[in-house]
DNA sequence: AGGGCAAGGTCAAAATAAGTCAAGAGAATT
DNA sequence: AATTCTCTTGACTTATTTTGACCTTGCCCT
């Protein structure tokens, strides 16, 4: 049994192929309209299966001539790389490591130096926030610091 | 379809392709004549795309030979460019609001679609943080999120 | 100088479309 | 069987565009 969000799902992803290009846009109104179901869901769908985790960037407009415009930015065919990429980073990791691993990503051409520099702005904003906001204990702010790594690698998942 | 209003913009936007310059002159009558609006659609064209905001100062005058002339701001330097940046960001900014920021940067080329995505990843996991780990506030949060959107735009205008 | 006409400006209402949130229903997991 | 996660729905909210009626400004002509 296929649920409705998986069908609109699996529908725009088609989109992707049919058109080419990296980016689709479409009507939330039209869509739910041919799916039969409330605007709402289409919401749902985005929420679910097109975050920026899982590299899709989504802009959208409201009022006249609104519209949805869903960016693809990276394959649906590498998880394998972004699991390796998880496991490299692992569930903890030191602020050393961190930044070693996006150096090596660099120079791997895998990442370019402004990607790297994003990444390191926001690993030292939110390790500088734990200490001295939240005075969290530097275990915690190691699993953190894991955890936002992975989320950026993966949502890139390049080759 | 597109809107109107994007249409005209885009026109805009050719003319100071076109002319060189960093400065457009044009009469609202004949504008609106020719994409076949009222008059005062031109208002809201230039309100909502051509604002101080996002770098365009205009100046205008009435009567018998009246005109509208939309000039292009330019910084002088990154340090400048940068502050630009954080008026931008302000103190405070919303979730909304700063993943309109990011789409603008991009569509100007100011950030690629990947940098965008990282930017959006971080951000969002700093929101989720402190939603669910902290129980923040929302205007924290806001805060929270223009401190670190400044940091990264900041980051990328000196590279 | 004063009046007329030719710009451009303002404001608000109407039309249109998307977003949010929470409650309820259904599936899957333990 | 209970719990937890996912999905569906709809009422309410917010945002953008379009349109038009009315206001202001400034040149030009008598």
Redesign the interface.
């Known amino acids: 049994m296929n649920s409705l969000t998986k069908v609109i799902g699996d529908y725009i992803v088609t989109l992707f192929g049919d058109s080419e290009g990296s980016e689709v846009v479409l009507s939330r109104k039209d869509l739910a309209q041919k799916f039969g179901c409330v605007p709402s869901q289409i919401n749902y769908v985005l929420r679910s299966r097109f ?3 899982q ?1 899709f ?1 989504i ?1 959208s407009q409201r009022g ?2 609104g519209f949805i415009r869903i ?1 693809q ?1 990276r394959f649906a065919d590498c998880d394998e790389y972004a699991e390796h990429l998880e496991d490299l980073v692992g569930n903890v990791i030191s602020e050393q490591d961190s930044r070693k691993l996006l150096a090596r990503l660099q120079e791997r051409d895998a990442i ?4 790297r ?3 390191e ?2 690993l030292r ?2 390790d500088e ?1 734990g200490r001295t906001l ?1 005075d969290l204990p530097p275990y915690k702010r190691d699993t ?1 610091r894991a ?2 790594l992975k ?2 690698l993966v ?2 998942a390049m080759f």
Chains 1, 2 share one sequence.
């Not at 370019?112 to 990607?115: A, C, I, S």
């Open positions: 975050s920026p985790e590299g960037l802009q006249g001539h960016m930015l370019t130096p402004r990607e520099l994003i990444a702005v926001a904003n939110q926030n939240f953190m955890e936002l989320k950026i949502s890139l």
